[in-house]
T-cell receptor
Framework: EAQVTQNPRYLITVTGKKLTVTCSQN?????MSWYRQDPGLGLRQIYY???????DKGDVPEGYKVSRKEKRNFPLILESPSPNQTSLYFC??????????????FGDGTRLSIL | AQSVTQLGSHVSVSEGALVLLRCNYS??????LFWYVQYPNQGLQLLLK??????LVKGINGFEAEFKKSETSFHLTKPSAHMSDAAEYFC????????????FGQGTTLQVKP
């Protein structure tokens, strides 16, 4: 089954404790992206990756890091989490970023609470 | 800059009634538009997309949307609401250039009353 898998689904942690949210897709997609969803704001892009070893900032990249060492994986790293990063996070992938008409496939989300 | 506005953060309809969720976009290039649905505790699922072919687009679960360039709108409709349609709905436009980014509206929560 074609899917985007995120782990963990839920996490409660404390300020400053490094954490990683994993994302994996099995569709051989070139493009992957991270979004955060906050009430009343819709989804906003954090980082994206056009292909292996190619990443770039989205609209709200502060406090986050990413890497793309393999085509299927795109982890999101919070080096020193803060309460304002409490949010619902989604990983997404699509065949290629160069074709704007391609829909994106989303994971089920990761709800992070930073205390 | 491109943007999407969804009118009404909450819409409530009775079961069997018409569903109308409004989406207006702003884009300096020909837009590619999407509607996604989010059920509780799930990710976003593609309902339908407009990619410059037919202006009336049919999607899954009986939903459809009409692209109206003159009104810069892409409203989502369904003739008869079911209880299972209760969810949050997002309209999005694909950003110009090669960032691959989707620009989302604020979302509309649909409540269906028995």
């Amino acid at each position: 089954e074609a899917q985007v898998t995120q782990n963990p689904r839920y996490l409660i942690t404390v300020t400053g404790k490094k954490l990683t949210v994993t994302c994996s897709q099995n569709m051989n997609h070139e493009y992957m992206s991270w979004y955060r969803q906050d009430p009343g704001l819709g989804l906003r892009q954090i980082y994206y990756s056009m292909n292996v070893e190619v990443t770039d900032k989205g609209d709200v990249p502060e406090g986050y890091k990413v890497s793309r060492k393999e085509k299927r994986n795109f982890p999101l790293i919070l080096e020193s989490p803060s309460p304002n990063q409490t949010s619902l996070y989604f990983c997404a992938s699509s065949l290629s970023a160069t074709t704007r008409r391609q829909p994106q496939h989303f994971g089920d989300g990761t709800r992070l609470s930073i205390l | 800059a491109q943007s999407v506005t969804q009118l009404g953060s909450h819409v409530s309809v009775s079961e069997g009634a018409l569903v109308l969720l409004r989406c207006n976009y702003s884009s300096s290039v020909p837009p590619y538009l999407f509607w996604y649905v989010q059920y509780p505790n799930q990710g976003l699922q593609l309902l339908l997309k407009y990619t410059s072919a037919a202006t009336l687009v049919k999607g899954i679960n009986g939903f459809e949307a009409e692209f109206k360039k003159s009104e810069t709108s892409f409203h989502l409709t369904k003739p008869s609401a079911h209880m299972s349609d209760a969810a949050e709905y997002f309209c999005a436009v694909s950003e110009a250039g090669n960032t691959g980014k989707l620009i989302f509206g604020q979302g509309t929560t649909l409540q269906v009353k028995p």
